[in-house]
């Protein structure tokens, strides 16, 4: 009887990659007889709770799919085993897409998909509202002074804000604290939130909500794009996969603009294939993860799927040659930040999500919102 | 001759009909009407209620994007009707006790469980889940029918008492004098007779059963062949964008079986809670 | 078979003592009736006698055999309860087939005994209905199919007949009447209503406050009731009651003095010291007569109702508890306000003690017993 | 007693078994260990250890009371709202004009469908761009700019209060609608023999008579409301800035978003302090008024 | 004040006509009694008289004004319903203060009317009571309270005593005979109980499936019935119907043959054309006697009923209709089987043409009106 490696797999498998990753997979099987390889599709909603509660449960998957955020978190409660990689394997990773998947010196998870932010604007809007469309806003200063233009000039807002409830709303804010030279947690890892720097960075969220769409705390990424789409917002902020998505207006993609106190940033995210522990085919988990995410393997995957290059390999150069809008997405990757690496992910989100609100709707100072979630934080550093 | 109305009282409350009725129905309205859009015509501004690019396009395309459509509905129908079944087993029997028996705290006793309605739901969930993890029942059918049967219970128990309480106590005795033992009264007498109201708790604990399915399956199931309607269209929220034509149309779609079968029951619905739950 | 004990039976629901020491004997064949006021018990010793309610004190024995403790059908009876208790969803068929089916008799007798039961009650065309698509008549007979085809010794009726309208009810009488005498049991009817007392039972039970306050004939209740209580609740209109002073006791009876004065010779049995002490005259409202007679009393009726077989006068007469009532012929010359002389003869008087107790009435045995008349 | 009473059998308690294990696993042994996990810390992890009352210190440092507070204000406005909508539609639908069968058949589909799926439509409604609500108020001229019926802490509060009104007033129509049925017919013609009007005759006969309803709808709704988590979980997930965080709301963040059990059973317990005593309270009051009117229909 | 009058009135529910064209006048102050079976309409005329059924066709006058379309209030009516229709969260007080509240009435003025209703009923005890805490009987006084307190020209009833008991609905017919001479007021009473009708009524009309059969006073719808349907139908036990041949009419009434070969000369006005003829001949079981009389029948009682006061027996005889009834005294020597020779006299006899309509019988003035009796 075979012994079974249950991996999780988030999303559906319509993707063009996943023909490419069963081949791999069979190939692995081929050369581990005695083992054979379940794949489980969850979608994005529960994909990654699932994988938890049953780690939790103590009927882990062997290896799954989670969003690195959550690997600190994982590895503090003993639910996954450190990934080891060699200096070699390590070196082949941008630093910044390494650190997503590092706490306390190890490495957690295997990267399988990241992201990088950037500024899409839309040009006509630019040129309706006499701004330049060819010279999107290089600092914030210009960004405010560019949709606050389009609001006053044009039917649209000028810019997209995300406020809600969502884990999306601290990403957005996260491009904010990178691009002014701010830090959640610093390499020591101590709370820094409540630096001037992110003072300003959450001011400015605030200000921004003033030229913004009506009532940001509606809305999460996703709704940005519709309005983005229907050239009711002039700007947003978000990942590569809004290229493909965008329709029907003339738009720009730029890296995302300067802070008065820092420069270039970026939030940067990843995915990981983690590998739990006590599934009892640990070893053989780890060696077809990284299988699948060796770089030739890892390439092909993305160039199948569209998605952002994790390693900077010749074929990247096609890419961008072959789709320029790529290039401030992986300009962007050696400026970017990680998310927050914590113990208790969605109390970070909250307690984050919380200040942005509240600096929002006008309840609280910048100053003030940043102490209390600071103090805050301490309990889930 | 005493509901012959005036004219203005006609209009009044026809008035008043239109007023409620359009809150009640306004979202279906509106969910029928988005589900026609084109989704690039959704997010059109200004807001207008007919559009001419309308077309039942989604209806067909959700099928694609939601491939377990038909899945998630028989899952809740599933769902519901075993709860039912096994809430009905619960239900009849102790509802015959509380209605036909002196027995010492009999009265507390019925407290309890009606007081048990209280901690439905969300309250539960967390010494639920960790019970379910316990016995590795978490991501499976049970999980979702266990917490359902319940809740529909204590409910059931009190609607259906009250209806056995109205059947006379004779019909028992008749069957005793008869040399009927209890379970045979029970099966051949009680249980027939009491047919409408179980009737009524029938409904009572599928629409309950139905209704509420979401934070059970939410919280102890990923799996998603097993996941009842709300939370299968749930993951429409899950992906980078909602695409929200598709799921008006698949919530429609959903929810017309029942919707259907509710127009045919409602008669014992009304009927039902005037039977059971008026008086006391 | 069909002998009833009841031997000085009790019940007590908690505190509440409801039967209060029962004692009767009841032959096989006999038709008894129960009746009584509300809630004094009748029901109560009905439904102990089924073996619904259990025996708080006492033996209750059925043909020989004590049978306190058994099930309602290891007793042989047979009960018959006043909603019918019909079970709404089976069809007459089946709802007199239930006992036997519970017995799981084979089903070829049960539908050989459902057929002849059927028969003797006119349902034959019946059989497949529902108890709901049939008349309050035709459910009482399935009622009593579904009684008949246990073959009991003891039939219980607890009021079958309350459910009906008085045409009906008066039809179905006639009916059950006609039953015990084809059936050959012995029959308990429970009932409040006089009339089905008096025109079925072969002995009437009175019970008063769970107390036997008299067992008799028919007619033994209507001519010598033993106490003020009987008196006053079997007739209809009620006896009229009126205090009186005794006088004096002589061979024939004992003469009263009424409250006008006059003196009434009462035929009962005289006893002892009589003289100034004081009774109750009992005299029922039909004894009552426009006639030369014995004694007078005047009356003014408040209210006079034609009836058209008769004339009822209601009034207020000197020393009576209630309204005085007379029921004189259709024909009879009432109106209200006007005043009437009405007779009274010391043979159709009832006389009682202080306590409440009958003297006894020196009364032909032909008019208690109808098998003595002379036709 | 059917019966007779010698029989002191366990015949009941068989009756009550299958009802009795089922309430036992799934509500009471849960509430039990609830109680025990309460004390510990439980968390993602398999292992724990007793805390003692740290857990109740934590919520309670953590504006709790604040949460306390809108829960019950949540709760009081969304039944008061169910009971006075419910009343009126009662009293419509009760009306007997051309077409009424039909309406009570239209008042029904809120309460048969499933909860989630309401709310996903209302969470479109609520859209400010594109949602019906907001549009149809700019068409009419009501508003001027699009209005994010969830983005401020007032409006989504009302937001979702007046989305579980609309899950909850069907059942409290039709529930009324019945106990308004129940009066006899004799009443009112008597009235109307007498001279009243319409609307003496809502308020000297209908509405005193369905009071007793009304109190235990109020109870029964007050209840659900309470426990109501999917409609605030899918419209705002307690946002924004847990304006709509209720009880249930909290704790389920707590517990099962933030695996941490043993806080989030911490919270189970006060819920389960105060709904009993809410429901206690409220019990006391309702008996206490049904002493001092003795109702007993005639 | 009080007048009523109803002219050719109809009414239709949808396809069904269940008011038939029925004229009516009723004279201030008379107490009238609509009977008949059940569904014959009675309850629909009383409330189109009330103004809770609309009139389809006719006129309805309350005082030489046309009510046919004024709401209750404006009719001057006031009702009692079959249920009372008490408000059950209302006290006592509040139920009969009611109708003055609708009025708005000042407190004062309701304190004082109130009161003096609660008086006139003996409910001053109970004002401050509920309902559901009162017995049937002081219900029904409530209730009546309601009405009263109006001080409307005309009281409808709608069975108000079928709820009670028979002890209690003697009573009470008796406190509202005495209510309706106190109250100078026009009543217009529903009941199907022929007792209450006959000792009520000044005048009753009978109605039958929309249509009135008979109007007149109780002794003339006893002695007098019009036709069949009225004969069967007043009079408790019912009367008998026997078919017989008409042989001749002479000045005194007409002779016909009785099943046994018998004449008998029916004391009715003669008509021509009578011999050979088949008609019903009606006799009451009160008017059969044990003494010698015209002609005698022969029967074998089935059934015989002691009832103290009577006896009662059931018999099949040729040529009845239905089980031939006699109601013979107390003392009358009757057993099951044992034939009895019952003689009848023609003055007693009723007779009915093919069409079921009664011959006009000869009577004496007294047997139709108690006032000119002689006393
Ligand atoms: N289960 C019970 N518990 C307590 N008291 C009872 C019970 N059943 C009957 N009683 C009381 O016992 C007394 C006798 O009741 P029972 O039913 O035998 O009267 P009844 O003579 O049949 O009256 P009715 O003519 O009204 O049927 C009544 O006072 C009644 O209140
Ligand atoms: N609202 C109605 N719609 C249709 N038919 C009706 C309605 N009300 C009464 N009827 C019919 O009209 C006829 C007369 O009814 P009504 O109630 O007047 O009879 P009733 O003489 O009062 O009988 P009862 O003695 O049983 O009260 C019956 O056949 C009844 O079925
Ligand atoms: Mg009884
Ligand atoms: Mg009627």
Redesign the pocket.
Known sequence: EDKVIHMINCGDNTGAGIPLQEQLISDWEAANSGYKVQVEFVPWGQCQEKSTTLASAGNPPAVAYMGSRTLKQLAANDLIIPVDMTEEEKATYAPPILGTITANGKQWGLPRAFSTKALYWNKDLFKEAGLDPEAPPKTWDEMYNAAKMIKDKTDADGFGLAAASFDNTMHQFMNYVYTNGGEVINADGEIVFNSPNNVEALDFYGKMASVSQPGPVAYDRAKLRPLFSEGKIGMFISGPWERVRVKDVNWGVAPLPHGPSGGAGTLLITDSLAVFKGSGVEDQALSLAKLLTNPENQMAFEIAEGYTPLRDMPQVAEILQEDPTWKAFLDAIPTGGPEPFVTDYVGLQDTINEAVQGVVLGEVEAAEAVEIAAEQLEEFK | MLHKYRWYEYVLIYCGLAVFLTFVLAPFVEAFVVSLRPLSGLFSIPYRFITDDMSFEAYFSMWKNVPLLWRYMLNSFFIATVVTILGLLCIIPAAYAFARFEFPARNSLLGVFIAVNMFSGAVLIIPLFKLMQQYGLLNTYFAMIAPGTAFVIPTGIWLLRSYLVRIPKELEEAAWVDGAGKIYTLVRVIIPVALPGIVVVTITAFITAYAQQFIYALTFNSVNELNPLPVGLFQFFGRQSVVWNELMAASLVGILPVLFVYVFLQRYIVAGLTAGAVKE | MGELQLRDVYKN??Q?E?IKGVDLDVDHGEFIVFV?P????????LRMIAGLEEITGGDITIDSKIVNNLPPVKRGIAMVFQSYALYPHMSVYENIAFPLRVERLSNDKVEEKVNAAAGILQLTERLKHKPGELSGGQRQRVAIGRAIVREPSVFLFD?PLSNLDAALRAEMRVELAKLHNNLDATMIY?T?DQVEAMTMADRIVV?DHGIISQVGTPLELYHKPQNLFVAGFIGNPKMNFITVTGKQADETGIVVTLPSGQDLDVKVLPRDDIAGRSFTLGIRPEDLTLKQADATIEITPSVVEHLGIHTVTYSSVEGASNTFCALLPGSAPAKVGASISMGLNGADCHLFDENGLAFDRRLAVSALDPAEMHL | MAHTAKQKDYFPYLLLVPATLVMVSIVAYPLIETFRLSFTNTGMSQNYEYVGLANYEKIMSRRFPEVIARTFYWMGLSVALKMLIGTLGAVLLNAMVPGRALFRILVMPPWVIPIAIGVFIWGWMYNGQFGMLSGMAQRIGILDAPFEFLAYKNSAFMATIVTDVWIGVPMVTLYLLAAMQSISRDLYEAAWVDGASRFYRFRRITLPLIIPSIATMALLSAIATFNSFDIIWILTEGGPRGATTTMIIDTYKTAISRFKYGEGAARTVMIVLFLGSFTFVYFVLLSRLAKRSPNNAA
């Not at chain 3, 809630?39 to 010793?45: E, P, Q, W």
């Open positions: 629901y908690g509440m409801v009584g509300s809630g004094c018990g009748k029901s109560t010793l009021e429970v409040h019970l």
